[in-house]
C-alpha cells in the first residue's frame, strides 16, 4: 500500500490508533455496536491495517474470530451493505487473503444473496428502502457482489433495480413505507441520496452495467433515467453551490438558501461523484461535465462549521454525514476526474481527520462499524493515497 500522500507521522498515529482499537476489541467480550450485526468494519479495519504494516498476525486472527462469533444467527434483518449480509460479504471479501479458508463462506453469502433477490420479496410497487436502497437493500448488494468473482450472484438484485426505473419519472421509487419516524418525512417522496435515494440505485446500475458480460444495455437504459432525473432536480443556492434537495421537488421551486447536509449520504458530494462516474460509463461527456462542475462549487464553498456537525463525534467525524465520507468522495474526484480543488479539499480533511485523532480512538472503543463508526475515519485515511482499495465499492466509490 503507498501511502505516501499521508505524512509518515499521520500515518504512524493513524496505525497507532487503529492498532489500539483492534486490541481492544479482540479482547472485549461485547459491548461494540457491530456485535450481532453484519457490519463489516472489524474484519476491514483488520484487513487494511495489515495491508499497511501493522503486522500482528496473532491479533488479526483474534479480530477476525470474534467478528464472526458475534455474526447473528438466523435469516439477517437486513441484507444492505452495512450491517445487512452483503456487509458480511464486504467483510468476508476483505479478510479472504489473511484468511483464505474464509473464501468458501463469501461464496455461500453471495449466494445467498441472490437467492433472496430472487425470492420475490422485493416489491415493485409501494416500496420501502428495503426494496432499493444502499444501506439496507438491493443496491447495496449490487455494490459489495459486482466486479467480483461473484458477479454473477449480483445480477437479481440489479435486475429488480432496473425494472424500478422503467419510466424517467422513477414513480416506482416513491416511498411508500417509513422504518421509523426519523424517516417519516420521505413517505410520498423520491429520495434523492446515495444512502437511501436513487443516487444509491444509480451507483449500482452503475455497476451492473460496467460488469455485465451480456446485455449491459439492460442496466443503461434506465441508469440513464435517474441521471437526467437527479439532473433535473439540481439547483444552485444563494452561496454558488450546485446542489440537491434531500427529496424530489415534485415540481415546487426549490429553496435557495444554503443546507446544511452536503455529505456522502445526502448532498452535492455523494450525488456528483455518482453522476460523474455514471457518465463515464455512459461516455456522456456532458454528464461529466456538470457532475464535475457541481463538485467543484462544493469545493470552494466548503467550510468546516457550516458543513460538518459539531458533535456528537459519530456525525462529524464518520463516512455517513462527516469528514471521513466527504474526504473519500474528495479523494475520488482527486483521483479519476483529475480535479484540483478536490485534491486541496482531500488535504484538508486529512489533516482535520488526524488532528481528531483522540475523538475517534474514544469512538473506536465502542464502534468499529464503517458507516457511523471509527473503521470507516481509518479507512478513508489509509485508502487516500492506497492502489488498490477494492473496500470502496461497499460506498459506490473506487
Known amino acids: 500500500m503507498d501511502l505516501t500522500t499521508l505524512p509518515a507521522s499521520s500515518l504512524d498515529g493513524v496505525l497507532s490508533a487503529a492498532g489500539t482499537a483492534l486490541r481492544r476489541y479482540a479482547r472485549a467480550d461485547s459491548g461494540h455496536a457491530t456485535d450481532g450485526t453484519h457490519d463489516a468494519g472489524p474484519a476491514l479495519l483488520a484487513a487494511l491495517t495489515a495491508q499497511a504494516g501493522l503486522e500482528e498476525t496473532e491479533l488479526t486472527r483474534r479480530v477476525l474470530e ?26 468476508l471479501r476483505a479478510a479472504g487473503p489473511l484468511q483464505p479458508p474464509l473464501r468458501p463462506l463469501a461464496r455461500l453469502v453471495a449466494e445467498s444473496l441472490a437467492a433472496w433477490s430472487s425470492s420475490g420479496a422485493l416489491r415493485l410497487d409501494r416500496v420501502g428502502w428495503i426494496d432499493y436502497d444502499l444501506i439496507n437493500g438491493p443496491a447495496g448488494v449490487v455494490l459489495c457482489l459486482a466486479g467480483t468473482e461473484h458477479t454473477a450472484q449480483s445480477l437479481p438484485a440489479a435486475r429488480h433495480l432496473a425494472a424500478l426505473c422503467d419510466r424517467p419519472d422513477l414513480h416506482r421509487l416513491r416511498l411508500h413505507e417509513a422504518i421509523d419516524p426519523r ?35 439492460d442496466f443503461t437504459a434506465p441508469l440513464r433515467h435517474v441521471c437526467d432525473w437527479l439532473v433535473a432536480q439540481s439547483y444552485v443556492d444563494d452561496q454558488g453551490l450546485t446542489t440537491w434537495p434531500p427529496a424530489g421537488l415534485d415540481g415546487t421551486p426549490p429553496s435557495r438558501r444554503p443546507t446544511r447536509r452536503q455529505a456522502w449520504c445526502y448532498g452535492t458530494p455523494g450525488i456528483a461523484w455518482t453522476l460523474w462516474d455514471a457518465g463515464r460509463v455512459l461516455a456522456d461527456e456532458t454528464l461529466t461535465g456538470f457532475a464535475r462542475q457541481a463538485m467543484q462549487s462544493f469545493c470552494e464553498a466548503f467550510d468546516e462549521h457550516r458543513h460538518l456537525d459539531p458533535d456528537p463525534v459519530d456525525a462529524a467525524l464518520t463516512v455517513c454525514h462527516g469528514a471521513a465520507g466527504t474526504l473519500a468522495l474528495a479523494d475520488a474526484f482527486a483521483r479519476h476526474a483529475s480535479l484540483p480543488a478536490a485534491a486541496a479539499l482531500r488535504g484538508r480533511l486529512t489533516a482535520y481527520l488526524t488532528e481528531r485523532l483522540p475523538d475517534v480512538k474514544e469512538l473506536a472503543m465502542l464502534d468499529l462499524s464503517v458507516l457511523n463508526g471509527a473503521t470507516g475515519i481509518f479507512a478513508a485515511l489509509l485508502s487516500t493515497a492506497a492502489t488498490e482499495r477494492p473496500w470502496l465499492a461497499q460506498l459506490a466509490l473506487r
Open 183 to 217: 424517516s417519516a418525512w420521505n413517505v410520498g417522496r423520491i429520495n434523492t441520496g446515495l444512502g437511501h435515494g436513487v443516487a444509491g440505485v444509480a451507483a449500482a446500475l452503475r455497476a451492473a452495467a460496467e460488469t455485465a458480460t451480456t446485455r449491459p444495455e
Open 66 to 91: 470474534r467478528w464472526l462469533s458475534t455474526q447473528p444467527d438466523g435469516a439477517p434483518h437486513q441484507v444492505g451493505a452495512f450491517g445487512g449480509l452483503a456487509g458480511l460479504f464486504a467483510g
